[in-house]
């Protein structure tokens, strides 16, 4: 188990209800046992503690190295933007994080309308097999070094994290061949994205900086799946499908812009996969409420733009379904 610690000059009391706070924000549960706070994230455990003096400890645990830089930088990150002072115990300064991998870009290719594939290549990627779907990818100043490690174990970005494009991607399919791994993702194509005007002048051999994985993985098996997303959630939605055991029942429903856009996806004998074309006029969350959910032995996952993720879990809710059964996951946000 990886394990980092920090001092937070902050009452024990305050940082308990800060991390309770936290932690319904990440719908993870929080125990308190003892004078400790436990709360339990898929990626690993963070436990708040009382410190020294009228300070507080924080502790994190993770099975690996990649996991833990990146739940410490999450947390960094939130007690900066609330004003927290804290000192973290660290190692490795101007190394590169153990969650940052390098590649290169192999082939990129236009696959439909909307959709862009691009393939990358290298013996670091190989991590991003397992865990969650997704990656962030780097987009640094002009002329920046990659990120590397201060002296608390910390990711510094040079020239601030703010300067740095970092948007989430899914790993759409990932082979291992040796001592390389060969990693492929889909960008949805739209005016004015950076990754899609990356997408338009990239070059084969270049360096590129993932970081992860993160997000939700592949749902555990159920006898019944329902999947609804847009555009964004298609390549999550697809890898999900591709991975479902045969025998597993239930319906998937995407919606792209084009109906050059829709393809056959390898799944289950028992899904069902229906297109739906923007122009049709049905959102993705009616799309979600005209689905028969089953009783029980169910799972539910709806993704795409915020508000409408945000509707989608009140109504599953409403439907009595619990937390364990459905995931409504945030995509993307409307400016």
């Not at 436990?47 to 833990?68: I, M, N």
């Not at 829709?262 to 979600?288: C, F, K």
């Amino acid at each position: 188990m990886h394990q980092a610690r920090a001092a937070l000059e902050i009452e024990t009391a305050t940082a308990f209800t800060a991390f309770r706070q936290v932690a319904d924000l990440w719908e993870s549960p929080a125990r308190a046992e003892g004078d400790a706070l436990h709360i339990a994230l898929p990626t690993g455990t963070v436990t708040v503690l009382p410190g020294t003096g009228s300070g507080t400890a924080l502790r994190v645990e993770c099975p690996d190295a990649g996991a833990l830089q990146g739940l410490r930088d999450t947390l960094d990150e939130i007690m900066s933007h609330h004003g927290v002072s804290r000192r973290w115990e660290g190692t490795g300064a101007g190394q590169r994080p153990a969650n940052l991998s390098l590649g290169k870009v192999a082939s990129v290719t236009r696959i439909s309308p909307s959709f862009t594939r691009v393939v990358v290549e290298g013996p670091e990627l190989a991590r991003l097999a397992t865990g969650g779907l997704h990656f962030r990818i780097l987009f640094g100043p002009e002329g920046a070094d990659w990120p590397a490690l201060d002296e608390g174990g910390v990711t510094r970005w040079p020239g601030g994290a703010g300067a740095w494009h970092r948007p989430v991607y899914t790993v759409r399919e990932i082979e291992t061949d040796g001592a390389t791994a060969r990693l492929s993702f889909d960008v949805f194509r739209h005016d004015g994205g950076r990754t899609t005007g990356w997408t338009d002048r990239v070059q084969p051999g270049e360096e590129v900086a993932l970081t992860g994985p993160g997000g939700h993985g592949i749902p555990e098996p159920t006898g019944w799946i329902g999947l609804v997303g847009d555009e964004t959630a298609v390549p999550a939605i697809a890898r999900t499908l591709a991975a479902l055991p045969e025998g597993t029942r239930g319906e998937a429903i995407l919606f792209v812009p084009e109906s050059g856009d829709m393809a056959d996806l390898p799944r289950p004998s028992g899904v069902s996969l229906r297109w739906i074309g923007r122009d049709e006029g049905v959102t993705p969350l009616q799309a979600m409420q005209s689905v028969a959910i089953p009783e029980d032995d169910r799972h539910v996952l709806f993704a795409g733009e915020k508000s409408e993720a945000l509707a989608a879990r009140a109504w599953l809710q409403e439907q009595g379904l619990t937390r364990g059964e459905f995931l409504a996951a945030t995509y993307w946000i409307r400016d």
